[in-house]
């Protein structure tokens, strides 16, 4: 299994960004699949995630109404739509799945997650 995000730039603050996930290998439509980042010198954070078969949508408070998370199985893959970007949405973005069948406790924790893309970097900078 493979992922392979895209999609991160520099822009103003206010602005937007769309970033990419494509997966090869697997069954994209089984997996559960999230975006985490990480800031400079920060650890690393959840930021949104969606069930296998759409079966629900979670986000991290910062940013609820700002980022929208989705899926296209047929095409295997994720994306992230990011509007209103903050200075403090810097970060280098990752997309991850999990094979596993995750509870709502779980999505939020990164050890729950087998595959790893490589990252792409967002910097929210006027």
């Known amino acids: 299994v493979q992922l392979q995000a895209s999609g991160g730039g520099l822009v103003q603050p206010g602005g937007s960004l769309r970033l990419s996930c494509v997966a090869s290998?697997?069954?994209?439509?089984?997996?559960?699949v999230a975006w985490f980042r990480r800031a400079p010198g920060k650890e690393r954070e959840f930021v949104a995630a969606?069930?296998?078969?759409?079966?629900?949508?979670y986000y991290t408070d910062s940013v609820k109404g700002r980022f929208t998370i989705s899926r296209d199985n047929a095409k295997n893959t994720l994306s992230l739509q990011m509007n209103s970007l903050k200075p403090e949405d810097t970060a280098l973005y990752y997309c991850?799945?999990?094979?596993?069948?995750?509870?709502?406790?779980?999505?939020?924790?990164?050890?729950?997650?087998?595959?790893w893309g490589q990252g792409t970097l967002v910097t929210v900078s006027s």
């Open positions: 969606i069930k296998r078969g759409n079966f629900g949508t």
């Open positions: 290998g697997g069954t994209f439509s089984s997996w559960t």
């Open positions: 991850a799945a999990s094979t596993l069948g995750l509870i709502t406790s779980q999505i939020r924790r990164g050890d729950q997650y087998d595959y």
